[in-house]
């Protein structure tokens, strides 16, 4: 399960740069629906390789069509405009804030899933240090309301993301295949935020440089293979949705060291190190606590 789990958080890391690429030549929604258009159709060879049955699935639609209105259009339709003012460092600490909202949500939510108080001080010290260095990189910037807009769209995106991961888990006896359900999700909820795109952005196809092709291409396929791999350990019996996402702490390492190296503009400084310093500290904590107690039984 680890390895799987870090080569997902890995994939997802790389997102943010390839993201801030392709949004050099492409209006943010009109991005995010294509990117997931096209993942579902790189997934549909899966699909007749592992002899899915559709049949079983479309009796599931309408909480089919509900996961892909949270997780694909309302996420990542919040997720791309907010990195669209927002770098690719800091909006990759700010989704580094996944499994803490994870966690709370599952507490809420799930009765097997239940907080503890070192669980509880942990989200408030990574959030709190979010907040923190979102505002003091706000105060750096010449235009701080647009970026603290885009903080404000991510951390939605955040919740909606966590909210879609509970679902999965609550769904997990009904055989839903991950590869259907992100194939399913991913057209769907590419297709609504296509529409919105050519209804609000109104987007002109141009041609593109090769560079954009090969983000949208890179982004297709991280969201084709990660969510495909994180929707597979979600449905196995004995993994909890807020251990689980202790893996994300990798995210907002990998994705603002390879902003720092891929994309223009960015490098280095002091509030985004303390961001990355602060959210690793407090999920890495959470994830010895889990060692501790799992060596103990």
Not at 77 to 104: D, K, W
Not at 114 to 135: C, D, E, N, P
Request: proline residues 3%; aromatic residues 14%; contains cysteine.
């Amino acid at each position: 399960m680890r390895i799987k789990a870090i080569i997902a958080c890995v994939l997802w890391g790389s997102a943010f740069a390839g993201a801030k690429i392709g949004l050099q030549y492409s209006d943010p929604i009109f991005l995010s629906g294509i990117r997931f258009i096209l993942a579902a159709l790189l997934l549909l060879p899966v699909m007749y390789y592992k002899k899915v049955d559709i049949s079983h699935h479309l009796s599931h639609w309408k909480f089919i069509l509900t996961f892909a209105f949270i997780q694909t259009f309302l996420q990542y339709g919040l997720f791309f405009l907010g990195i669209h003012r927002v770098t690719g460092a800091i909006s990759a600490i700010i989704v580094g804030s996944g499994p803490l909202v994870v966690a709370l949500l599952a507490h809420i939510i799930l009765k097997d899933d239940k907080i503890t108080f070192r669980k509880m001080v942990v989200i408030f010290l990574g959030l709190a240090g979010i907040i923190f260095i979102s505002w003091a990189k706000g105060l750096t910037i010449s235009d701080g309301t647009t970026f603290y807009i885009g903080v404000g769209l991510l951390f939605l995106s955040v919740i909606a993301g966590a909210y879609s991961n509970i679902m999965v888990t609550k769904k997990k006896n009904d055989n839903i295949s991950p590869f259907a359900l992100t194939t399913f999700a991913h057209f769907i909820g590419g297709v609504m935020l296509l529409v919105v795109s050519l209804i609000v952005e109104k987007p002109v196809i141009k041609d593109f440089p090769v560079e954009f092709y090969g983000a949208l291409l890179w982004l297709a396929f991280i969201s084709a293979t990660g969510f495909s791999i994180w929707y597979g350990l979600l449905n196995r019996p004995t993994v909890k949705v807020s251990e689980l996402n202790i893996w994300k702490f990798i995210i907002p390492i990998t994705g603002t060291v390879l902003s720092w190296l891929f994309v223009k503009g960015e490098y280095p400084d002091f509030p985004t190190i303390l961001g990355v310093i602060i959210i690793s500290l407090a999920l890495i904590s959470t994830q010895m606590n889990n060692f501790a107690v799992r060596t103990k039984k």
